[in-house]
């Protein structure tokens, strides 16, 4: 009987330990995208990876499930601009907690792991950022360049706000992954004179085109005056050219025979006729042309008794001149 009661005693023991073990096992799955933090009598003991967590005999521990994911975060404000104009402005921030077992461990210390918390905290840092950015461009420049604008507020969230602070990212052990500027509404008496400005630029691009075809057109018809006068001034130096040529010839004939006749009118006559009759002596039948100066001819035909130096005229396909004989 002792035997068999100390059996039951055991298993009595067992039991108890058993359900002593299941009362307090702690038992918590992590997924992707998230951590967990491992709390023991409220202190933080470490971090859990995505997967199964399991404790047996843990009546003081506990696990609080972090959101690593990327999260949005949008704000909407009527703010002023460096110029004194008032205009709505939209934008969207887009971040996520610092994964490290430090930063986890610190974030839960200073604003747990709540998703409502650490974004109400956020929307204020981001309201200041947004108020401060807006006073350091005109609406024109937020209007054009949106860019830039969202760059200042990531800036603005990235950077201490005076010595021995924090960047509120840091304070809130969050990074930044995009910061963007989703819309600009601007009042309607803004509204039109952004429509007057881009009438104005519309105007002034179309009268740059103008200003530049007729450039283009005056430097065409400059171009072509050139080319004229040049033709022009080549032709009137052709006619000159001529014209000195002709009178050349004319001074040279007046010379000679200035010079035959000075001495011996008759004794020219006479030559002229005999070198006539020397050429017909030749046995070539010469054909002259209408506009050879037969005085020059004779001239240079008296000054080379070689016949090979006088070069014959072929005749055109209407003979002007019966050929010379013998008075």
Do not use: C, H
């Not at 461009?137 to 990235?158: C, E, N």
């Not at 039109?192 to 430097?219: F, G, M």
């Not at 006479?270 to 070198?275: D, I, T, V, Y």
């Amino acid at each position: 009987m002792g035997s068999r009661a100390g059996l039951i005693a055991g298993l009595v023991v067992i039991l108890a330990l058993v359900g002593v073990g299941l009362s307090t096992m702690k038992f918590e799955q992590v997924d992707e995208g998230e951590r967990g933090i491992i709390i023991t009598q409220g202190r933080v003991e470490g971090v859990q990876e995505p997967g199964l967590f399991f404790r047996p005999f843990a009546p003081f521990t506990s696990i609080s499930v972090v959101n690593v994911r990327r999260q949005t975060r949008t704000a909407a404000q009527n703010v002023a601009s460096s110029d004194k104009q008032l205009y709505d402005i939209d934008i969207q921030v887009d971040y996520s907690r610092l994964t490290s077992p430090e930063a986890l461990q610190a974030a839960y210390g200073e604003i747990g792991v709540s998703d409502d918390q650490l974004n109400a905290f956020l929307d204020g840092f981001i309201n200041d950022a947004l108020k401060s950015a807006s006073t350091q461009f005109t609406l024109d420049q937020a209007l054009s360049d949106r860019g830039s604008f969202a760059d200042r507020i990531r800036q603005f969230l990235t950077t201490p706000a005076g010595d021995g602070q924090r960047p509120p990212v840091a304070q809130l052990y969050v990074q930044l992954e995009a910061v963007k500027v989703l819309d600009i509404k601007v009042g309607d008496a803004y509204a039109q004179l952004l429509a007057e400005k881009a009438n104005l630029e519309v105007q002034i691009e179309t009268e740059e085109k103008r200003r530049q075809q007729i450039e283009a057109q005056q430097n065409n018809n400059l171009f072509q005056a050139e080319q004229e006068a040049t033709v022009s001034l080549t032709r009137e130096k052709g006619k000159t050219a001529a014209s000195l040529e002709a009178a050349n010839r004319d001074a040279q004939v007046r010379a000679i025979e200035g010079k035959y006749w000075r001495e011996n009118p008759e004794l020219y006559e006479l030559r002229k006729r005999e070198l006539m009759v020397e050429m017909l002596q030749n046995g070539n039948m010469w054909f002259l042309d209408p506009n050879t100066n037969v005085t020059l001819l004779l001239n240079q035909m008296s000054n080379d008794s070689s016949a090979s130096s006088v070069i014959p005229v072929p005749a055109p396909t209407q003979p002007a001149t019966e050929p010379a004989t013998t008075p």
